[in-house]
């Protein structure tokens, strides 16, 4: 618990000047938290690097974070898994996205969960509210993209994997 605690801690003041791209936008730290609690409670998932990685996924990729950081506060296992989660901003946007598609079946068990429940948070949310300045077909194209990532990650949580297969069915039309 205090390990958990810490992670929340430490993303919350590393993501603290950052915003979603929801018309309000809603702190960030709502983001990683939430993710966590769906692993959790919807996931069933109780490995705390697990969690910790949720919490503490987007603080590389997003913050001045580093990946030495990550392992003296958190160990290796938790920094191994964000690694695993993150994309490398070096690249164009275009090969993140295509790079996202096709790493995923060779990740690890433990980043596939973290990228489900990632994925289902960022869908609700497209599904509750379109983000500043995205047209419909850029949502729609969100979906269409998100579920060939998240089809890499099956075969860790099925609990997870049919929540995705609802959102996918409400939300890409034939
Ligand atoms: P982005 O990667 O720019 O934005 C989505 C990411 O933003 C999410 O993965 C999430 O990442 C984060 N995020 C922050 N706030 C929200 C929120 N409220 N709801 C959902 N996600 C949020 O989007 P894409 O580039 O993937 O754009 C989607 C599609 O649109 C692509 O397939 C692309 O081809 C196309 N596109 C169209 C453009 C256009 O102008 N028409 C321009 C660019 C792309 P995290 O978990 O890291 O927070
Ligand atoms: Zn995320």
Redesign the pocket.
């Given at each position: 618990m205090l390990r958990l605690l810490t992670a929340i801690d430490f993303a919350a003041n590393k993501h603290r000047q950052q915003r979603?791209?929801?018309p309000e936008g809603?702190p960030?730290i709502n983001?990683p938290i939430g993710v966590a609690r769906i692993l959790y409670e919807e996931g069933g998932v109780d490995d705390t690097a697990a969690l910790m990685a949720a919490v503490l996924h987007?603080t590389v990729?997003?913050t001045d974070t580093t990946f030495d950081e990550l392992t003296q506060a958190f160990g290796d296992e938790v920094s191994r898994i964000v690694a695993e989660c993150t994309d490398d901003k070096t690249l164009p946007?275009a090969d993140r996205?295509r790079l996202q598609i096709e790493n995923a079946p060779h990740k690890s068990d433990k980043a596939k969960l973290v990228k489900l429940a990632?994925k289902i948070?960022?869908l609700r949310?497209?599904q509750r509210?379109t983000?500043k300045g995205?047209?419909p077909?850029?949502?729609a194209?969100?979906f269409?993209?998100a579920k060939r990532v998240t089809d890499g990650c099956r075969g860790v949580n099925a609990r997870l994997e049919s929540i995705l297969d609802r959102i996918y069915a409400e939300s890409i039309k034939a």
């Open positions: 979603r791209k929801d809603t960030y983001h987007d990729e997003d946007k996205k990632d948070y960022n949310d497209l509210t983000p995205w047209t077909e850029r949502v194209e969100y269409v993209w």
